[in-house]
């Protein structure tokens, strides 16, 4: 870059240079022709007074041709009556270019060369109607040459001395804006991106800010997915120790009550039903362990096939409540649900997990004699859900957790309440994938309240 800048700035200063030269070569070349000109057009108003033979006589014609000047009288009809360089000419000079525009226009210029002298000339022409004669005066030109000659040596003076001072300008330049591209790169290597964001400090280009605060932004960015990645990580991580151990769980007592009927240590009929329903027990929650897990992957990676279908939501409602009613008779509950009747359009396996999940969980973590208020209504276009129980309630410290998987809130009590520690975890994908929102308000000993808001709704109930 350092260098593509000085070339850059060297070839923009030979190219200013030569057109800077050219139209100054050009200024002066029209100059001087009009100089020469005038010079010859005023020469002949002096010769215009003379005689040819005062011309012979005063040998200024001789003069004249020391200094280099041509003189040469002509007819009207071409003849040449004089020259100063030529004894004799008997060629007629009508129609040399100059003597036409003479005795068209009384004067006339060309520079050509002259096939007389055999080099070119730059000539003038004034025709005198009265004696019908043209006085035309010449003067060798050797044009370009002429001119180069007198400018080539300031020429190449100039641009050796104009060339170093712009060398050293464009080099010293080129350092001030090279520097701070070197002290990024110095910066960015310098700093571990996992860990610290990138700063830089503030220069005199404007045009640096954007990059480097596109830098930064990015640097706090990587940072950010840095340690969403760790969070990730160790979320997996206790994912599958959790998944492991509570499958764990259900295998050993498999294994031990099948080893107790296999070794027949165990002979009374009743205690061999009770391992053996223990044992069934045991798969049933080892089976909604799996489904529940399968479900959250399918619905993290988007790849479960959903199955749309217009739900009577009341309907379901009352349906997981009375699968529960064991379960709320056992702790001697108190369920008041307020329903309204209409229809959504969703899967039923999404809404009814969402009902049986945060439902079962105000059954299982309420105390005897507790209260669960459901409501269920249509919120604009929302379909909206809650669950209100007065059970043991949630600590503070536990309320940001308690949608993770197998997250259990009271790890002594949890150990004698059946459940896989998934319920939330799926009812927080759930609503998720239909983008919706879920709120949980909770207290210690007072009880819990989650809301779902589903934008599901339809607002008639189809015919088909």
């Given at each position: ?5 000085v070339h850059s700035?060297l ?9 800077g030269?050219?139209?100054l ?9 009009a100089?020469?000109?005038?010079y ?11 005689e ?24 009207r009809?071409?003849?040449v ?5 030529k004894g004799k000419?008997t ?5 040399r ?7 068209a226009?009384?004067t006339g ?20 109607s009265d004696?019908q ?15 180069i ?5 300031p ?6 001395i104009?060339?170093?001072?712009v060398?050293?300008l464009?080099?010293r330049?080129?350092d001030?804006?090279?520097e ?15 860990e ?30 840095l340690?969403?990645?760790g ?6 991580q ?6 492991s151990?509570?499958?764990?769980t259900?295998?050993?007592s498999?294994?031990?009550y ?8 165990i002979q009374d009929s ?10 069934l ?7 909604q ?8 992957s ?11 279908s217009?739900?009577q ?7 997981v409540?009375?699968?529960?009613k ?11 649900v307020?329903?309204t009747d209409?229809t959504v359009f ?14 079962s ?5 309420n ?10 209504k249509?919120?604009?276009?929302n379909?909206?859900f809650?669950?209100?129980?007065t059970?043991?309630g ?6 940001e957790r ?10 002594q009590?949890?150990k ?5 520690g998934l319920?939330?975890s ?10 919706g929102?879920v ?9 819990t309240k989650?809301v ?13």
């Amino acid at each position: 870059m350092h260098k593509k800048i000085v070339h850059s700035f060297l070839m923009t200063f030979l190219i200013s240079f030569t057109l800077g030269f050219g139209l100054l070569y050009v200024s002066l070349y029209k100059a001087s022709i009009a100089q020469d000109r005038g010079y010859l057009f005023d020469t002949v108003k002096l010769i215009k007074n003379l005689e040819i033979d005062e011309l012979n006589r005063t040998r200024l014609g001789d003069t004249f041709k020391s200094e280099g000047i041509r003189i040469t009288i002509i007819k009207r009809d071409g003849k040449v009556l004089y020259d100063n360089y030529k004894g004799k000419i008997t060629e007629k000079h009508l129609q040399r270019e100059e003597v036409k525009q003479a005795i068209a226009e009384d004067t006339g210029t060309c520079i050509r060369h002259s096939d007389t002298m055999q080099r070119s000339y730059l000539y003038v022409a004034d025709y005198e109607s009265d004696n019908q004669t043209i006085v035309r005066l010449a003067m060798p030109f050797d044009g370009l040459s002429q001119s180069i000659s007198i400018l080539l040596a300031p020429f190449i003076f100039s641009i050796c001395i104009s060339f170093m001072v712009v060398f050293i300008l464009s080099k010293r330049m080129a350092d001030e804006i090279v520097e701070p591209f070197q002290d990024i790169t110095n910066t960015i290597n310098s700093t571990n991106i996992s860990e610290d964001v990138l700063s830089f400090d503030k220069y005199d280009y404007p045009e640096l800010y954007k990059i480097t605060d596109a830098l930064t932004n990015m640097s706090m960015e990587n940072k950010k997915y840095l340690e969403r990645l760790g969070k990730e990580k160790k979320v997996r991580q206790e994912f599958f120790s959790n998944a492991s151990h509570e499958l764990k769980t259900p295998l050993t007592s498999i294994r031990g009550y099948t080893e107790l009927i296999r070794s027949h240590t165990i002979q009374d009929s009743a205690q061999i039903d009770t391992c053996l329903d223990c044992v069934l027990k045991e798969s049933d929650h080892m089976t909604q362990l799996i489904n529940d897990i399968l479900t959250i992957s399918k619905l993290e990676t988007e790849e479960m096939q959903v199955t749309y279908s217009h739900i009577q939501v009341k309907k379901l409602l009352d349906s997981v409540v009375e699968t529960l009613k064991p379960q709320i008779e056992e702790m001697d509950l108190k369920v008041y649900v307020n329903a309204t009747d209409f229809t959504v359009f969703a899967s039923l396996d999404h809404i009814k997990g969402i009902f049986y999940n945060l439902i079962s969980n105000a059954i299982k973590y309420n105390k005897s004699n507790g209260r669960i208020d459901i409501e269920l209504k249509k919120n604009q276009k929302n379909m909206y859900f809650s669950v209100e129980d007065t059970g043991i309630g949630i600590a503070k410290k536990d309320q940001e957790r308690i949608f993770q998987r197998f997250y259990r809130v009271d790890k002594q009590r949890s150990k004698t309440i059946p459940g896989t520690g998934l319920g939330l975890s799926i009812v927080k994908h759930v609503v998720y994938y239909y983008e919706g929102k879920v709120h949980l308000t909770s207290k210690e000993n007072i009880g819990t309240k989650i809301v779902v808001e589903l934008p599901i709704i339809v607002k008639e109930i189809p015919e088909n």
